[in-house]
DNA sequence: TTAGTTGCAAATATTTTGCACCCTT
DNA sequence: AAGGGTGCAAAATATTTGCAACTAA
């Protein structure tokens, strides 16, 4: 699948700003005793105008678009950051670099991914939550997070004829 | 957690020998016009005798104790041709090394990890599974393939206080 | 001023590849 | 003989870290 091309296709998810994102992040920052920083809203910033899903290499692109200067360790470092304070997460969905996604204000959900043109979409299964928990119990396993990630056709790549 | 600590945590499964793999692997191997050799079937007996979820600087260790002169790009070339020929199959749990396990033979199932000492159960769920093609369905999708990861604390682990 | 932040380069970690030489067919 | 298999080193990929200079508190 060529670099990106998933990107024009993912389908739209509600979209938070910096301004959602400040507040629960600054709390975080202050607890921890660090200071706060104008690249990190920026990085932060251009994240969140993003499509969701995204590979620290394309942030970073759109990151320089606005400053140049910009490293891509400071990028991993505001990420990784923003993981620890569980307002993102990471997705892995193939091999290659890890993907990010926001989760501040958004029910957990599944991934559904095309292996033919990348589409990503999300679901959310109750049943199958369900279940998952009563799997868990049965081998006395407390749950903590998972991971469900179906791979296949859309609908369209289907019709294409794949 | 430590490196290989889940190696003997692990729930036993059904072995395979290298006289299990041999008739596949060789109709591969001719079907694709290549030859046979004794580092390869040296590297799959090893992986055999091993436990399964097998990283493979693990699978080298091993390997290079029956014959010390092996290199590791042998065994990559190795395991990523019983892959293709759809023998094994790649996990990656965590961050880290892929882990690899043996598929032949053996029916679906998907992975509970511990993420305190390691373990890894493997179950299956007959109604997920059911629901997932719903799912999949109702997306449009064609479904091929899935991973379904669970994560949290196995019973040993509540007990002795996470 | 004290301590966190940043860019850069170097270091890690994992996996792949080029190439000369060896082994199968 | 022809062509795949192997080890080694180098490359490629993804991510982290050391460090000196910069900046927030």
Redesign the pocket.
């Known amino acids: 699948m060529p670099k990106g091309t998933h990107a024009a296709k993912e389908e739209a998810a509600t979209r938070r700003t910096l301004e959602d994102v400040r507040g629960p992040l600054r709390a975080f920052?202050k607890a921890k005793?660090?200071?706060?920083?104008?690249?990190?809203d920026l990085?932060v910033e251009t994240f969140l105008s993003s499509q969701e899903h995204l590979?620290?290499?394309q942030l970073l692109e759109r990151v320089r678009a606005k400053?140049p200067?910009?490293?891509?360790?400071?990028?991993?470092?505001?990420m990784?950051?923003l993981e620890e304070a569980g307002l993102v997460q990471?997705r892995?969905f193939n091999?290659?670099?890890?993907l990010y996604e926001m989760v501040l204000g958004r029910p957990h959900h599944d991934h559904l991914i095309c292996t033919r043109c990348g589409l990503i979409v999300e679901f959310v299964s109750e049943p199958i939550e369900r279940l998952q928990e009563k799997v868990a119990e049965q081998h006395g396993f407390q749950l903590m997070r998972h991971r469900h990630e179906m791979f296949g056709l859309c609908a369209d790549c289907r019709r294409s004829g794949a």
Do not use: C, F, Q, W
Not at 33 to 40: A, D, F, N, Q, V
């Open positions: 920052v005793g660090l200071h706060e920083s104008k690249i990190r990085i590979g620290l290499d400053n200067g910009v490293g891509m360790a400071t990028v991993y470092r505001t990784r950051l990471t892995n091999a290659g670099p890890t």
